[in-house]
């Protein structure tokens, strides 16, 4: 499935900002599951590429000069192999072992994985961990914000698709499973609609396999992955700090079509 998709992100100021750093991992890399046919961004200047610890492309942008709005686009063309199930990992999951404050386990998390799980860590046990946390944590926007923990969401008993998959990072690495957060975008079913989206990937039989708990899926048949982290603040495709500025708003849009 070839996918043609621009996503545009605008933020606007009460005052102008005076310097400002933003984090952007908007650029996906390819794949098994994924080929990057042509891919580019349009920012207020020219930025280099690097790669951060977790394998992700990043680019730095850096506005020293006064400015009352930014403006981001991300565009390009991607083939999905929606047959593929699983990617092999270029580094060790091990650091996906590692807790974060958003994806810390408490007792009630931990007896949760148990009672979902049991003894077993293989696929079947992680979808049925899957499907029980999308039982106990209906959908529902506007119940947390990118500050919730996955113990208060799940304790909450509602969330979105961040809470849905800290609250697995928490589950599985409780098991002992290494775990990821992945951030990117959904195509949902009409194949007209393009969503910014999140899921988790567990390392399973030598290799990663998805987990998107918001929709009850385990093969990613129509998603497109941006970047990896522990949590959401690692793999979030935009992030940044600003001097003055007041009052932030932002909006941002999707367009996807199929080629």
Same mark, same amino acid.
């Given at each position: 499935?070839?996918?043609?998709?621009?996503?545009?992100?605008?933020?606007?100021?009460?005052?102008?900002?005076?310097?400002?750093?933003?984090?952007?991992?908007?650029?996906?890399?390819?794949?098994?599951r994924q080929?990057?046919?042509?891919?580019?961004?349009?920012?207020?200047?020219?930025?280099?590429?690097q790669?951060?610890?977790?394998?992700?492309?990043?680019?730095v942008?850096?506005?020293?000069?006064?400015h009352g =709005? +930014? &403006?981001?686009t991300?565009s390009g063309?991607v083939e !999905? *192999?929606?047959?593929?199930?699983?990617?092999?990992?270029?580094?060790?999951?091990?650091p996906?072992l590692?807790?974060?404050?958003?994806?810390?386990?408490?007792?009630?998390?931990?007896?949760?994985?148990i009672?979902?799980?049991?003894?077993?860590?293989?696929?079947?046990?992680?979808?049925a961990?899957?499907?029980?946390?999308?039982?106990?944590?209906?959908?529902?926007p506007g119940?947390?914000?990118?500050?919730?923990?996955?113990i208060?969401?799940?304790?909450?008993g509602?969330g979105?698709?961040?809470?849905?998959?800290?609250?697995?990072l928490?589950?599985?690495?409780?098991?002992g499973?290494?775990?990821?957060?992945?951030s990117?975008?959904l195509?949902?079913?009409?194949?007209? =609609? +393009? &969503?910014?989206h999140a899921?988790?990937?567990?390392? !399973? *039989?030598?290799?990663?396999?998805s987990?998107?708990?918001?929709n009850?899926?385990t093969?990613?048949e129509?998603?497109?992955?941006?970047?990896?982290?522990?949590?959401?603040l690692?793999a979030c495709?935009?992030?940044?700090?600003?001097r003055?500025?007041?009052?932030?708003?932002?909006q941002?849009?999707?367009?996807?079509?199929?080629?």
């Amino acid at each position: 499935m070839k996918l043609s998709i621009r996503h545009d992100t605008t933020y606007s100021y009460a005052s102008d900002v005076s310097n400002s750093i933003q984090l952007l991992r908007l650029t996906p890399r390819s794949s098994e599951r994924q080929r990057i046919l042509d891919w580019q961004l349009e920012l207020p200047r020219k930025v280099n590429s690097q790669i951060d610890p977790y394998g992700n492309i990043l680019h730095v942008l850096t506005l020293d000069k006064p400015h009352g =709005h +930014l &403006a981001l686009t991300a565009s390009g063309q991607v083939e !999905i *192999d929606s047959e593929c199930e699983q990617e092999a990992g270029e580094q060790s999951p091990l650091p996906f072992l590692r807790t974060s404050h958003l994806t810390q386990a408490d007792d009630t998390l931990k007896a949760f994985a148990i009672e979902h799980c049991g003894e077993h860590r293989d696929r079947a046990a992680l979808t049925a961990l899957m499907q029980g946390l999308a039982d106990q944590m209906p959908y529902s926007p506007g119940t947390t914000s990118v500050v919730t923990t996955a113990i208060e969401a799940f304790n909450g008993g509602a969330g979105v698709c961040q809470d849905h998959t800290h609250a697995f990072l928490a589950c599985a690495r409780s098991l002992g499973v290494p775990a990821r957060y992945v951030s990117g975008y959904l195509c949902t079913e009409d194949e007209t =609609h +393009l &969503a910014s989206h999140a899921w988790a990937e567990a390392w !399973i *039989d030598d290799a990663w396999y998805s987990f998107d708990v918001t929709n009850r899926i385990t093969r990613p048949e129509r998603h497109l992955k941006l970047a990896v982290g522990l949590d959401y603040l690692d793999a979030c495709p935009v992030r940044g700090v600003r001097r003055g500025g007041g009052t932030e708003s932002m909006q941002a849009s999707v367009h996807v079509h199929r080629q």
